[in-house]
């Protein structure tokens, strides 16, 4: 069970090293200017490997579940499926359900824990392989795998090693799992914060906020939603930026200020120097050429 591009690798190592059954993931969504009936990431690998695929709105119901009995399966193997299970899946097949969480349990269970790790300024997150039950990512763990967090890690490049993380814990670990060679820990509860969903408008700077703070923003919101400001009444996204020293220390918080051709934006604590930039309906451009075609950005207030 699976859905965006994070599962791939967990079924591409399942499909290498396991017999899959079947696949179920999310249906097909508009996508596009034409609004045109896209599938999911992993029903394209599982229809390029003649695998069966089942797109259920829902498996809420006990009769939804039934193609999930036809096919009898030794384990489920989850990887951001986007529904929740409830027990009638849970406890359909004999070593139940396997979930591969982008997080280091307990810390960061919910649905968006490579983002909250970005903006907590984790030193570290991992992937774990858990038994799911019917709490939110509170089922006991098999194993971890831990890797640091860089500072020009971004929401892309973390889930693209994450993944990857994934999909090696499967092929190590899933055979000894089955065989009942490796035990499942409890989480410690005490321990765990929770990582909800991000939401759009999550994506707007807050330029009284640190300009570490806003760093981690920048690379968390990346590429979805987007960290984004206004200037002029415009959306202004920032695509690219580093922390740096205050280019002026009487600036206002998201005041625009030019040093030797560089941009800078004044944060409640430091400054950013802006790398790359895009405006509503623009192409993305670097610093140095959006400063060439407004020359009155300088000086200006973003987010005012």
Not at 23 to 37: F, M, S, Y
Not at 186 to 202: L, V
Not at 243 to 254: C, F, K, L, T, Y
Request: aromatic residues 4%.
């Amino acid at each position: 069970m699976g859905t965006p591009d994070f599962a791939v690798p967990s079924l591409q190592t399942l499909i290498q090293t396991q017999h899959v059954v079947g696949v179920v993931t999310q249906p097909d969504k508009p996508a596009g200017r034409g609004n045109q009936l896209r599938p999911s990431p992993v029903k394209l690998i599982a229809q390029a490997a003649n695998i069966s695929v089942y797109q259920p709105k829902s498996l809420k119901s006990e009769e939804a579940a039934a193609p999930l009995r036809a096919w009898q399966p030794d384990v489920i193997v989850v990887a951001a499926f986007g529904q929740i299970l409830r027990a009638h899946v849970l406890d359909l097949p004999p070593h139940g359900c396997l979930n591969v969480h982008a997080s280091l349990l307990p810390r960061w269970r919910g649905a968006s824990p490579i983002q909250h790790a970005l903006l907590a300024g984790d030193a570290q997150t991992g992937v774990c392989l858990m038994q799911m039950d019917v709490g939110l990512d509170t089922g006991p763990v098999y194993v971890c795998e831990a890797t640091p967090i860089t500072a020009e890690d971004t929401a892309v490049s973390l889930h693209d090693r994450l993944a990857n993380l994934g999909a090696d814990l499967l092929r190590q670990h899933l055979p000894t799992i089955l065989s009942g060679q490796l035990p499942a820990n409890r989480q410690d509860d005490s321990q765990s914060t929770y990582a909800p969903m991000i939401k759009k408008e999550q994506g707007i700077i807050d330029w009284q906020q640190s300009s570490q703070h806003i760093d981690r923003h920048i690379r968390a919101m990346t590429p979805w939603p987007g960290a984004y400001t206004t200037w002029q009444g415009q959306v202004l996204k920032i695509l690219r930026a580093t922390p740096a020293a205050p280019a002026q220390a009487v600036a206002r918080p998201g005041q625009v200020l030019e040093q030797n051709g560089r941009l800078f934006v004044h944060c409640g604590i430091g400054s950013i120097q802006l790398g790359e930039v895009q405006l509503a309906g623009k192409k993305a451009m670097t610093a140095a050429d959006f400063l060439r075609g407004h020359a009155h950005f300088v000086g200006g207030l973003l987010g005012d």
